[in-house]
């Protein structure tokens, strides 16, 4: 198997091929595994008290909650029928939309005044249409 670590070119290898040094060795008294792995379950047995307080403190909470009685709002109770100001959401879209084409569709079908006073008057369509083809457009003159 290959080495790990290969000697220094100064220093001489032994003939079994063991490579000691008594006055070189690890430095011993820099990590201290003890404190380390006590304070690790240190914190393990923190959190697992802290989860264990948490858990305790909401049960509390909840059974006090469910002891208190649900307020009725003497103001909300009177507002059951109440509609919200306008514009409101649609509440059947393709309804709505059928009924504004049916309007539209009676008004472009039907004779009625569009201003009274001025004497302007809407006439259906296709009757529009005829009269256009009997009058004909209006057209410029040509200047010469």
Known sequence: MAELHRPHAHAPVPADGALENVTVHHEESDVDIRGILGFGAGLVVVAVVIHLLMWVLL????????????RAYPLAATQDNR??????????????????????????????????????????????????????????????
């Open 59 to 70: 049960g509390f909470f909840e059974s006090r909650a469910a002891k208190q009685p649900t």
């Open 83 to 144: 509609l919200p100001p306008e514009p409101r959401l649609q509440t059947n879209p393709r309804e709505d939309l059928a009924e504004l084409r049916a309007r539209e569709n009676a008004q472009l079908q039907s004779y009625g005044w569009v201003d009274k006073n001025a004497g302007v008057v809407r006439i259906p369509i296709d009757a529009a249409m005829k009269l256009t083809l009997q009058r004909g457009l209006a057209a410029r003159q040509e200047s010469k």
